[in-house]
Structure formats: structure tokens, C-alpha cells
């Protein structure tokens, strides 16, 4: 689909559908601790990153656009879009389901559709992220990914592995050592 321009394209046997017009960059920055900023400054309004964070998206090449119904421009996202600032847990073992509770107040199952990445950061600490939406992720913050691993466990298949049980999957944190 071509974007920008007269923003029609016409799709086989219907009318055309008019998509956002290209605006650049947006110079709108999300920092690593999940800080909106715009033009420099930060955005005090939560229900306004609330509202933008609904039209947030990452294209194939990883760039980060906010896309509404007439506008879509470029954001910068220094490592994730999301942090994820509350772990709750139900249940326990295999029938365990994990939620995160993230910064702007979208609530993610860790389950088949969301799910658990760790990175490792330049100082070979975990760095865990979540899958949240459409390519976008959560990264876990530090007291939620504490509370995460207190309720790990070895993995029944490999006794090498230590991870945790979420909506009947396990989920590895690591190599226990």
C-alpha cells in the first residue's frame, strides 16, 4: 500500500481507501524507563499517553509510528515501548496464569500470544520483555521480573533450565546454575 501523497489506493473489485498521510517524524522520543516525551519534554498527561500509546506501531524495519485515522508519523523508542511495573500471579504450577500490569495501564497474559523474551543487557544482566500487541513489547521492570522469578521452578522436561508456568506453557528465564 502506498502511503503519503493522495493516500488512495484501490483495493481489487472495491473503492479506494484513503490511508494517513505521511508527517515525518513526529519528534515524540519514548525513553528506557517508559517516559513520553515531546519536542524535548516530557508529557505530564498520563490520559494522553494513554491515548497515544492506542495508536502506537512498529513496522517490519522495527521504526516505531504513531498512526491515526489522518496522521502517521515517526516516534523514536529507545529500547521498549512499554514497561511492565506489576506482576500478578494465580494459581500455582502447571495451572498458574501470570499477568503484567504495564505503564500505561494495559493489563498482558503471559500466555502463547504474549510471549516471554530475555535479553541480555551490555552488562550481562537479564533484560525480559513481554509481547504486548502487534510486534510491541514490555519490558519487565526490576521488581516485577524479581517477582516473576520467585515463582519459577526447573523445567519438568530439562532440570538445567529454570523458568515459570503461565496459561499451561512454561516459560524459560534462564539456565539454572
Request: charged fraction near 30%; include cysteine; hydrophobic fraction near 35%.
Amino acid at each position: 500500500m502506498e502511503r503519503g501523497g493522495t493516500g488512495q489506493e484501490a483495493p481489487a473489485g472495491g473503492e479506494p481507501v484513503r490511508l494517513p498521510d505521511l508527517c515525518g517524524d513526529f519528534q515524540m522520543r519514548i525513553d528506557r524507563n517508559g517516559t513520553w516525551y515531546y519536542r524535548g519534554s516530557p508529557i505530564g498527561r498520563a490520559a494522553l499517553v494513554k491515548l497515544f500509546s492506542t495508536v502506537l506501531r512498529k513496522d517490519a524495519e522495527g521504526g516505531h509510528w504513531l498512526t491515526t485515522p489522518v496522521e502517521n508519523g515517526r516516534i523514536e523508542v529507545e529500547d521498549a515501548p512499554f514497561i511492565a511495573v506489576e506482576m500478578i500471579a494465580e494459581g500455582a504450577g502447571r495451572d498458574q496464569i501470570i499477568r503484567f500490569r504495564t505503564n500505561v495501564d494495559d493489563t498482558v497474559t503471559l500466555d502463547a500470544d504474549h510471549g516471554l523474551r530475555i535479553a541480555e543487557a551490555e552488562d550481562g544482566e537479564p533484560r525480559p520483555y513481554i509481547h504486548v500487541r502487534k510486534g510491541l513489547e514490555a519490558r519487565i521492570a526490576r521488581p516485577a521480573f524479581y517477582h516473576l522469578i520467585e515463582r519459577g521452578e526447573p523445567d519438568p522436561a530439562n532440570a538445567a533450565r529454570f523458568g515459570v508456568w503461565s496459561s499451561g506453557r512454561f516459560f524459560e528465564l534462564g539456565p539454572l546454575a
